[in-house]
């Protein structure tokens, strides 16, 4: 099991960027494969992207690609999220999240959870 903090959120303007972080402890970190997920009020939470154990290949989904950039940093334990060009519709809770295998897309293949970070993103 890994514990996972987020932090990095706030409120910016529209086209501004933003970097995530997700602070990970307990089991070793290069165990497991991560993603990116976000929530709006009354509705599910949303798979992002997610990249594997070495962190040498990624997936984002249609709605972030090109904006959005996940990456991690094995050695201080630490999973990215690197936002640009950031619109209205990006405001939602970030949330990090760790899982066994690389390629999970939904929540359930997803084992530990942080606590999210609030973006919000003035238009």
């Known amino acids: 099991q890994v514990q996972l903090v987020e932090s990095g959120g706030g409120l910016v303007q529209a086209g501004d960027s933003l970097r995530l972080s997700c602070a990970a402890s307990g089991d070793t970190f290069s165990k497991y494969a991560m993603g990116w997920f976000r929530q709006t009020p009354g509705k599910e939470r949303a798979f992002l992207a997610a990249i594997n154990m070495s962190g040498d290949r990624t997936y984002h989904m249609s709605s972030v690609k090109g904006r959005f950039t996940i990456s991690r940093d094995n050695a201080k334990n630490t999973l990215y999220l690197q936002m640009n060009s950031l619109n209205a519709d990006d405001t939602a809770v970030y949330y990090c999240?760790?899982?066994?295998?690389?390629?999970?897309?939904?929540?359930?293949?997803?084992?530990?959870w942080g606590q999210g970070t609030q973006v919000t993103v003035a238009s």
């Open positions: 999240a760790a899982a066994k295998c690389y390629g999970a897309r939904t929540e359930n293949e997803y084992d530990d």
